[in-house]
């Protein structure tokens, strides 16, 4: 990319005050273990404070008030900027308090993209320890080497490390934040290749759990007008919010091809980025949460607003297992997967009735929750009146395909019904069901009129009511379980006293 060969040659602004000269003697070359090297601060002093007592003072002063947005959260990687403090640290020190303080890490993987070197390839320190104001940061040499012994895509090519600030700036917010000991895993990407990162993600994705924390290091946009940066950068986090490697390759190009003035990059760290949604596209709960947004034009410590850059927070968590969830009755869906569902059931609709065909979804487009295995119902309305309903309890299908399926068969085998033809699908409206999972009760009066479907089941037969089929009725609980025994499991009117009977949840998704 020319605005990324042109920002390694101008990061200046902000990022930078150190000249590109001054070269610190850091880099020893296949070194034992007892010739370690410490990895002296170059930043110090210009993008945070070398005097320690100044630099806890300035910590102190940018986590004060902080609280985590979602507390107990397990968060697995965070985005973090890299500037200088006065500029992005109140936006750093909010990606950090995400974390658990008291949270012991078996390491810390630190990955930022290189502002100085070009190669096809990343770095991993693996000569010795980080050192900043407050204190050395110790790094895990024998993970670094095994990694650079196994994979080529690795190298120990330390020089790369001597004078990037993306990684360094991050280690007094740990030393800061954590209270037990860490290790760090150092690395830096040099590529501008999108398969090269995703040869790293394959290598780091084992590592990518509970135990381990990945730090991403980035600044957003380089350098536009202050109201510019803010839609340019908007659009990128939406990007990164969708896990979804290719689309965020595309918003970039987009933001690169948009001729914005002043836009050197809208993402310095997009490789680094880019490598840690190839680790967590396929991974199931995982989560993009946005924490919170400013750019320089913010800042007391730099007025002019006609070339700024941004800086963004960003953390990923992994949700509560989703099939717990349904389990406990807590499970939701936002407003974004309702409004995919609907969608995906009238394009399934207008499809197959009129071609025959099932439309092909692209799994990577929806989010985990689309993805999780639970039933769903269908309903098709005509001028307010019931056109079809049809759902299932048990299946091993993701939800959007549940979702397809009982378009489908609510359109043409409700048996109470004519299949639907053509001329009435525009006046067809669609209800979703998003079932939990069922519960085992042995007394009606476990049933909340309104809140529980009922599910009655003998031998062969069986029969269900949703939710709302109580809120419409105004039936008691017991009218309610009879007439499902009678009218749906065929089992008369007294028949679920010696049924099984279960309870389960709905989320309702109406149009």
Not at 224 to 237: H, I, L, M
Not at 327 to 349: C, K, M, P, Y
Not at 373 to 386: C, E, I, Q, R
Not at 456 to 483: C, D, H, M
Request: charged content about 20%.
């Amino acid at each position: 990319m020319i605005c990324r060969l042109l920002f390694l040659i101008f990061d200046v602004f902000h990022n930078s005050l150190v000249p590109f000269a001054q070269i610190i003697q850091t880099t020893v070359m296949n070194t034992s273990d007892k010739e370690l090297v410490t990895r002296e601060p170059a930043v110090a002093g210009q993008f945070y404070p070398g005097n320690p007592d100044e630099l806890r003072n300035e910590l102190d002063s940018l986590f004060e008030k902080l609280e985590p947005k979602s507390p107990g959260a397990n968060v697995l990687a965070l985005i973090a900027p890299h500037a200088g403090y006065v500029y992005s640290g109140y936006i750093a020190a909010e990606s950090f308090v995400q974390i658990d303080p008291e949270k012991e890490y078996d390491n810390i993987f630190l990955i930022g993209s290189s502002h100085r070197m070009m190669f096809d390839g990343a770095s991993i320190y693996t000569c010795g320890n980080f050192k900043t104001p407050l204190g050395i940061v110790h790094v895990n040499i024998a993970l670094a080497k095994e990694l650079t012994s196994n994979y080529s895509v690795f190298t120990t090519q330390n020089d790369a490390h001597a004078q990037e600030h993306s990684l360094e700036v991050q280690l007094p917010f740990l030393q800061h934040h954590l209270k037990k000991p860490f290790r760090i895993v150092p690395i830096i990407i040099a590529t501008q290749h999108a398969a090269t990162c995703r040869k790293i993600a394959e290598a780091l994705k084992p590592y990518f759990n509970s135990s381990n924390l990945f730090i991403i290091s980035t600044d957003f946009s380089h350098y536009p007008a202050y109201e510019v940066a803010k839609k340019v950068d908007t659009a990128t986090a939406n990007a990164i919010q969708q896990n979804n490697p290719e689309l965020l390759l595309l918003t970039l190009k987009k933001n690169e091809q948009a001729g914005v003035a002043g836009l050197l990059t809208s993402l310095c760290g997009w490789t680094s980025v880019l490598t840690l949604e190839y680790i967590t596209e396929d991974m199931p709960g995982m989560a993009y949460k946005f924490i919170d947004y400013r750019n320089s034009g913010d800042t007391r410590y730099y007025s002019d607003k006609s070339r700024v850059v941004g800086y963004c927070s960003l953390v990923v968590i992994q949700e509560m297992k989703l099939q717990e969830e349904l389990r406990e009755n807590v499970f939701e869906l936002q407003s974004g997967d309702q409004e995919a569902l609907t969608r995906i059931a009238h394009e399934t609709l207008e499809s197959y009735i009129n071609q025959g065909i099932v439309p092909e979804i692209d799994p990577k487009s929806l989010t985990s929750r689309l993805l999780i295995s639970t039933g769903a119902f269908v309903s098709l309305y005509m001028n307010g009146k019931l056109r079809g309903c049809i759902g299932k309890f048990q299946t091993d299908e993701p939800l959007y395909k549940v979702v397809q399926e009982m378009t489908i068969s609510s359109a043409t085998h409700d048996h109470r019904f004519s299949r639907v033809e053509k001329h009435e699908i525009p006046k067809i409206s669609i209800e979703i069901s998003v079932l939990t999972l069922l519960k085992r009760i042995v007394s009606i009066d476990e049933i909340q009129l309104g809140r529980h479907g009922i599910y009655i089941k003998k031998g062969s037969s069986s029969g269900t009511y949703l939710p709302q089929v109580a809120r419409n009725t105004g039936w008691t609980v017991e009218e309610f379980v009879s007439r499902c025994s009678r009218d749906k499991a065929g089992l008369g009117p007294e028949g679920w006293r010696n049924a099984e009977l279960y309870t389960y949840e709905a989320i309702i998704i109406k149009e």
